[in-house]
T-cell receptor, first 116, second 112 residues
Framework: DTGVSQNPRHKITKRGQNVTFRCDPI?????LYWYRQTLGQGPEFLTY????????KSRLLSDRFSAERPKGSFSTLEIQRTEQGDSAMYLC??????????????FGQGTRLTVV | EDQVTQSPEALRLQEGESSSLNCSYT??????LFWYRQDPGKGPEFLFT???AGEEKEKERLKATLTKKESFLHITAPKPEDSATYLC?????????????FGSGTKLNVKP
């Protein structure tokens, strides 16, 4: 296993277009997280999945954002009608949780979105 | 409200000059404190997990410690390749609220 994989690495889109990012977690991990990071800031939580169930969404996740994790494997994050303020690095992470224990989260290399 | 604060924002060291980075937190029910290293344009790379006050972890020139209110990342005799942003994150308790809160990071620059 090569770790968490994110595609594409870079995306440039025009304002108003829709974009979709993909994340492939570490295979045995049942938790998957999406974060957004802007320059000079730490990652901000967007949403997370336990298997295929989306358990929490941040207030940052407006109606234009939607995330899915069909069959508890890979996940997609879609942004509709992109705005310049959506420009950021979108990070995916995964971890393994069982009972009351949850391992550390391992991150992918991120998708850098630029909205022009 | 849960909060994670890292200081300093930036730190410049000469090679071999030891120092410490601070991460202070106010959260309801800590379920782990995590240190990550992040290089420009890349995702965070996991370094350490600390679960209880008094715990310490070491890896090469890095040593992480934890108290009830803060964590320190000690860097001994740093090298230029240690230059990166160091992020601290906490995980809080709750049935479905197992998410990670990150600080803004400390950008470390080690000059040869």
């Amino acid at each position: 296993d090569t770790g968490v994989s994110q595609n594409p690495r870079h995306k440039i889109t025009k304002r108003g277009q829709n974009v979709t990012f993909r994340c492939d977690p570490i295979s045995e991990h049942n938790r998957l997280y999406w974060y957004r990071q802007t320059l000079g800031q730490g990652p901000e939580f967007l949403t997370y999945f336990q298997n295929e169930a989306q358990l929490e969404k941040s207030r940052l996740l407006s109606d234009r954002f939607s995330a899915e994790r069909p069959k508890g494997s890979f996940s997609t994050l879609e942004i509709q009608r992109t705005e310049q303020g959506d420009s950021a690095m979108y990070l995916c992470a995964s971890s393994f949780a069982v009972g009351g224990r949850n391992t550390e989260a391992f991150f992918g290399q991120g998708t850098r979105l630029t909205v022009v | 409200e849960d909060q994670v604060t890292q200081s300093p924002e930036a730190l410049r060291l000469q090679e071999g000059e030891s120092s410490s980075l601070n991460c202070s937190y106010t959260v309801s029910g800590l379920r782990g404190l995590f240190w990550y290293r992040q290089d420009p344009g890349k995702g965070p790379e996991f370094l350490f997990t600390l679960y209880s006050a008094g715990e310490e972890k070491e890896k090469e020139r890095l040593k992480a410690t934890l108290t009830k209110k803060e964590s320190f990342l000690h860097i001994t005799a740093p090298k230029p390749e240690d230059s990166a942003t160091y992020l601290c994150a906490v995980r809080t308790e709750g049935t479905n609220f197992n998410k990670f809160y990150f600080g803004s990071g400390t950008k470390l620059n080690v000059k040869p």
